[in-house]
Structure formats: C-alpha cells, structure tokens
C-alpha cells in the first residue's frame, strides 16, 4: 500500500505586486553577502508553519483557515526596517523586513494559533515570544559569513515605510526543490470584510 504523500504546509499572507517589487529592490541594492536570496515571488509573512501533513490534515487545516479569516477583518500592514534577523542572532541567519506589531494581526495568528493546537493537526507549536511579522528576504550562509572579519561585515540597518492592506491569508504548499523552494496557494480565504 502506497504511504500518503505528505506536504510541507504554512499558513501566510501573500504581498501585493509593488511590494515585492520594492523588497526585491533592496535585494539588490545590498552588499555581496554570502546570501541565499529569496525569489520575489516567494516573499510572504509567514503566520503559523506547520510542516508536513497528509491530505486529511491539509482539509482540516483548510477549515480552521477559513473560521479564524471569518472572525478577522482586513487591516494594514507597515514594515518599517530591513535588518538581521532573528534579533540578537550572532551570526545572523536571514536578511529580513520587519513589520510593526499590530493588534489585528496579532489577534489573527494567535486565532490561527490556538485554533491549530486544539485541533488533531500535529506539529503546531506555541510561539513563546510575542508574534512580530517579518519577511525573510535571504538566508545568510552562516560559514562563509563567518569569514569575514567583523569590521567588514555590512550593517544592515535601513528605515522603511511601506504598508499594504491585508484582505486575505493563504494556506501555503512548500516544495523544497535545489534552486530554492516552489510555492503553491493551496487555499485563499478572504478576512471579513
């Protein structure tokens, strides 16, 4: 008997067009760091990672989507920096944009969140620090950042404002491929509007 395929599964919020455009500006605009850029269609906020689930979980998953989106309305998104990541991470791990912290959109995730742990879905964890939305733009390949000496290492520390409006979030496919992973909306659910 063949063993169900198994998909490696998040939940997120997909960025307008001109926002990626702008992100992947900055890509470029950035110093050669031993990075691993992400592709700008693939620039996403991810809101709960869940990992591989089968088909039955994947519905499920589905469902608990769509209930969380119809108890959030829409509201704005301001990323205000591009900087390190994770915060405090020495050797850093990614070049990422940091959002602002917003009630609507920690009420969300955490929506998503508890709704998640309560169900028979496995692999969903509780995050032990407050949620602050972010864009991973790279992954730094942390041996050869480690080469260059500290002084010549670039900060990277820029102020930025660009906001969007949220109106939907997507239960996302992760397919880890060589080149980088492929991305697939499995399921798009609008908030309340």
């Not at 920096?81 to 955490?110: A, D, H, N």
């Amino acid at each position: 008997m063949l063993k169900a395929m198994r998909k490696r599964i998040f939940i997120a919020i997909n960025l307008p067009e001109e926002i990626k455009k702008k992100l992947s500006e900055y890509q470029s605009k950035l110093p050669d760091l031993p990075i691993r850029w992400v592709k700008k269609d693939n620039l996403h906020i991810t809101l709960v990672f869940l990992g591989y689930l089968n088909d039955e979980e994947i519905l499920e998953v589905c469902k608990i989507t769509e209930e969380a989106a119809s108890q959030n309305s829409s509201f704005f998104i301001n990323l205000k920096k591009i900087c390190y990541g994770p915060p405090k991470k020495m050797p850093p791990r990614m070049v990422w944009t940091e959002g602002e912290k917003s009630e609507e959109l920690g009420k969300l995730q955490s929506d998503l969140e508890n709704s998640l742990l309560n169900s028979s879905v496995k692999g969903t964890e509780s995050e032990a620090r407050p949620y602050t939305p972010h864009i991973t733009l790279g992954r730094i390949r942390t041996w050869e950042f480690r080469k260059i000496e500290q002084e010549e290492r670039p900060a990277i520390d820029e102020d930025i404002s660009l906001n969007f409006e949220v109106n939907s979030i997507e239960v996302m496919e992760s397919e880890l491929k060589r080149g980088g992973p492929d991305y697939a909306v499995l399921e798009s659910i609008p908030l309340k509007s």
